[in-house]
Structure formats: C-alpha cells, structure tokens
C-alpha cells in the first residue's frame, strides 16, 4: 500500500486541464489503431451499487466495436492512450471478460493501457473503483479493509452476468482477473489465496511495514487493523475466490507479507501470471511477487528487468503530468514506458488467450 503516491496524484491532477498544453501528442486515429489491433475499442461507465454492502461499485468498461463515430473521450485525459468511442455499439458475438482491479490511490481508468490491448484484441474489459482506497475517495479504514476489494469484483461479475446488454456479449466461460500493486493482492484473493490479517498486522509493525502503511493525508493506517478487523478478516472473509474467473494475472502485488504458508493457498486450482518489476521500489519482489511465485503451486512468474519501477504499470502520461508528478510517470532515462507496455501487454493477451481457451473446453 503506497500512501505517498496519493498526494502525488492528488496534486497532479490539479493540473489536469493543462497537461496537453506544450506536449506535442498527437493521439493515433482509430485507423491506425485498427491496423495492429482485431477492433477498434468502446467506452462506457456503469453506476453500480451494493446495496448489500452499502457500497457504490462505478465501473468502467472498454469493449470491442466497428463503431468510431462517438466521442473520443480519453482527449479528456493526461495520458498517452488509443482512442476509443464512448457508448459505441458493441461488436457482435461473444467475448471474454477480464476484469481489472487498481492499486491504493489509483482508480478505474489507472490501467487503462491495458484495458484498450486487451479490448483491441476481442476481450470485454471491466474496471472497478475501490471506494474508500481511490484517489478521490479516501477513508482511512477502507485502507486495511482489504476484503472489499475481491467482493467489489464479484459483485461487478454479478451485475454483468445480469445485465441483458452486457451478457449477451459475453463468453460466460471465459472470465480473466488482472490487478495491480493492491490490485494484484485482489487478483490472488479471488483466486483463492487466503490473507492472514494478524501477520498483516505484525508486518505492519515492521519498517518496511510502517513505510508502507504511513500515509501523508492519513498517517499511520496501520492502527486501523484493530483487533475487531483481524479477527472479522480471518474469521468472515478467508474465503473471497471467484470460481468463475478462471486466469489471473498479478501486475506487483502487493501486502506479500500477509502471507506465509502454501496452506494459505490450497484453494488455489487455476494459473497465476506473477509479473515483477526488478527495481520495484514500493512492493519489492522479494518480500512480494517471488514470494507470492515460491507459495503459489503452478504459479508462472515474469519479472520485468533493467531500472524498471512499481509505477510502470501505471498509465503512460502525457508531459504536463509527468512533470507534475514525476514520482509516478517519469521513469528512469532507461525505460521506455510505451515499449514496457507493448511488450506486458503481448504477453497478457498471450496468456489469457491460452489459459482461458483452455479452461473453456
């Protein structure tokens, strides 16, 4: 959990209507975009409630169409993306459905890189806001309340499967999970790994813990892992898997530490992608992705090499946001983040391809 970056965003975001000003992007045409990709991508937000938790669910959705007559709406954002058509007619047939999960601070459009590949590729991608652990909603407690997450996207799941517009597109037998960072925690949680909320607590009292868990807006969040949320954690929420998703794929995981015995993933039956970043500086692989890889049977695990940093899974933005918040997007002179981004990209395309073909059959 990265509080630092919160306030990071926060501020960057100020500058938001400014960010295109100076930068000389010129946005590709859904032209061009189709001439590497199956589709060109639609756009569409859903306003989702959890009656039940009380909890609104706001999704995003990106999808394949032939459609490009609508508004563009990523010209409203400080990110280098594709353009996609905002309510575009879905294209016909029946595609698979991934849905990702963002990191602390970030929100639904954080890896929206990925969700245009992906849709660009016949998939139906759908993105959650975690409320309470997003950039514009913070509440302290929702921080350690880390289960809300998982059942965020099985709701989501929920409400797809129910919703006649959205079902009818897609292959029901084909559901994938990504996540990033606190995300990539979400992705293994649904898919069976079970978190130990006392041993979150105790690494919490560590001093990688207390970085990690000491926010600038919030201070320390660590001491809203009461007793009463330990025990609520273990004893309510062991079990968060999803049987329906059956891919995964875990962009930096995060909270590694909650975690010490394969027995805490004997629920895990499907294949997990692990992706690192070797120079991560946030969630370090060793105590976080090739630990979750030496605990997860049959896990597979990708680290990306070189100067590479947690933030690389982040969006790729345009100047004005890069200079405002360089913790985030501006990487090292070495790294490339568009290039990092084809190159993860192929290979999650790749492996949904096959682990989902596979399951369906």
């Not at 004893?235 to 975690?259: C, E, T, W």
């Not at 947690?310 to 918040?325: Q, S, V």
């Not at 997007?329 to 192929?346: A, G, L, P, T, Y």
């Amino acid at each position: 959990m990265n509080g630092r970056i919160i306030t990071t965003i926060g501020i960057a975001l100020i500058f938001l209507n400014s960010c295109g000003i100076g930068d000389n992007y010129n946005q590709m045409s859904h032209q061009e975009f189709l001439q590497t990709h199956k589709f060109n991508v639609g756009q569409a937000t859903i306003e989702l409630v959890d009656h039940k938790r009380e909890r609104p669910v706001k999704t995003e959705i990106w999808y394949p169409t032939k459609d490009t007559t609508k508004h563009n709406i990523t010209t409203e954002y400080p990110f280098k993306l594709p353009p996609t058509s905002k309510d575009a007619e879905i294209a016909s047939g029946k595609f698979p459905l991934i849905m990702l999960s963002h990191g602390t601070g970030g929100n639904r459009i954080s890896q929206m890189w990925l969700a245009c590949e992906l849709a660009g590729n016949g998939y139906i991608v759908a993105s959650v806001d975690h409320y309470g652990n997003t950039l514009d909603n913070k509440i302290p407690e929702n921080f350690v309340k880390v289960w809300d997450r998982p059942l965020d996207v099985s709701f989501a799941i929920d409400r797809l499967l129910t919703d006649s517009q959205w079902v009818a597109a897609i292959d029901t037998t084909q559901i994938g999970m990504a996540g990033f960072s606190l995300g990539g925690y979400t992705t293994i949680a649904l898919a069976g790994g079970a978190l130990d909320y006392k041993q979150l607590k105790n690494f919490s009292e560590t001093q990688e813990g207390k970085n990690e868990f000491n926010l600038p807006e919030l201070g320390d969040v660590s001491k809203f892992i009461t007793p009463k949320i330990i025990e609520t954690g273990n004893k309510d929420y062991k079990n968060l898997k999803d049987n329906r998703i059956s891919a995964f794929v875990a962009m930096a995981p995060a909270i590694g530490q909650g975690f010490n015995s394969k027995n805490q993933f004997i629920s895990v039956d499907k294949t997990v992608l692990i992706i690192g970043a070797q120079n991560d500086e946030r969630t370090p692989v060793k105590t976080n992705a090739k630990h979750y890889k030496g605990l997860i049977n049959g896990s597979k695990y990708i680290e990306l090499e070189g100067q590479v940093g947690h933030y690389i899974f982040m969006n790729e933005a345009k100047n004005g946001l890069k200079r405002n918040a360089p913790i985030v997007f501006k990487d090292h002179e070495s790294v490339d983040r568009k290039v990092i981004h084809e190159n993860i990209s192929k290979m999650i395309v790749k492996f949904f391809n096959n682990e989902l073909n596979k399951k369906s059959h």
